[in-house]
């Protein structure tokens, strides 16, 4: 399969446009998503002056009229695509996303399907502030009928957009805005990341780090660390929340013995949770040591850059999770 270098704004400009000009039931909405903003970090740039503005449609800011406009869309044999500019904003459409799109094929008793993609980024590192800069996934994961995902690299970006317009049910992606601008080799033509698969993108035998989004990149830099100190680290990319590829984790698991979850969002009740209490359940007897969480502070972001970095999970932190797993 050949391949291209672009960056993660790319690759999802050029995986919507593939979609508008295959695919007639496509179509974009959201906030400042016409040209000539081509939204705020330009990933539907050039779509509307390509495709038309029926097609890449401006909404005004309500993120309740953007996602139940989406679901009834998708009610009638749409395939809309929403964008909720900052995942911040999610909160502000949780009653349509959570009561509406999340449950009309269970209400329903599988009659209607809501085939809708929600997307949008979510920052951390900007200095953005507590309200535009708070990973929202947890909230979203207890939310039976959802899916979700998380990117890492621009190839998965595309490939978990592709699988996603495609799905019958309602998926909600959300996009590190911090890897945005990072380049990556991304396959031409059709590709898609199957839907609950993760991405082995270290081998290792001594830990195994899960996590995802901007800190795979971390865990990475962790583990080439404590290489120099003869700790030899897994990591996995989950790349889907829900559904999470429970078989490859508890697979690496069982053979490092010894895991370490982690993740940008406050610690409380998130996501990591999940994943530690499933390994506890079904590796009980293999572990050799507890499951360590790294995460972000249990605290709204702060805005000054010296506070965020110290809210969000550094190399340093992933280092001494490591090290307190394996007892050194």
């Not at 998503?33 to 449609?57: C, E, M, N, W, Y």
């Not at 990319?237 to 490092?256: F, H, N, Q, Y």
């Not at 996501?271 to 050799?288: S, V």
Request: hydrophobic share 45%; net charge negative; no cysteine.
């Amino acid at each position: 399969m050949s391949e291209q270098k672009m960056s993660m704004v790319e690759a999802l400009n050029s995986t919507l446009d593939h979609a508008l000009a295959t695919d007639p039931d496509v179509f974009l909405l959201g906030e400042d998503i016409q040209d000539p903003a081509g939204g705020s970090f330009k990933v539907t740039a050039g779509l509307s002056t390509k495709h038309g503005r029926d097609r890449v449609r401006e909404t005004p800011i309500s993120e309740q009229a953007i996602i139940g406009a989406a679901i009834g869309a998708a009610m009638l044999g749409a395939k809309p695509i929403a964008e909720i500019m900052i995942a911040d904003f999610h909160l502000v459409a949780l009653d349509q996303l959570g009561n509406h799109a999340a449950k009309l094929r269970y209400m329903s008793g599988g009659r209607t399907t809501v085939p809708m993609v929600v997307r949008g980024f979510f920052t951390g590192g900007f200095n953005f502030a507590a309200q535009h800069s708070q990973s929202v996934e947890a909230l979203l994961a207890h939310l039976p009928g959802l899916k979700i995902a998380i990117p890492s690299t621009p190839a998965d970006a595309k490939g978990i957009l592709s699988t996603a317009i495609d799905d019958p049910d309602p998926v909600v992606i959300l996009e590190p805005a911090a890897l945005y601008g990072v380049p990556g080799q991304v396959p031409t033509g059709e590709y898609k990341v199957p839907l609950g698969s993760a991405n082995v993108v270290r081998e290792g035998s001594d830990v195994t780090i899960i996590t995802y989004g901007v800190q795979v990149g971390v865990a990475q830099a962790a583990a080439q660390e404590l290489e120099g100190d003869g700790i030899n680290v897994e990591v996995i990319d989950l790349r889907w929340l829900v559904p999470w590829d429970e078989a490859t984790v508890i697979e690496s698991v069982r053979k490092t013995t010894k895991a370490v979850v982690l993740h940008q969002a406050v610690k409380r009740g998130g996501f990591g949770a999940e994943i530690a209490a499933t390994l506890q359940d079904e590796l009980w007897g293999t572990l050799t040591a507890p499951v360590i969480r790294v995460a972000g502070a249990n605290t709204p972001v702060p805005f000054a850059a010296e506070l965020e970095t110290q809210h969000m999970p550094q190399v340093a932190d992933v280092v001494a999770g490591v090290r307190r797993a394996v007892g050194k």
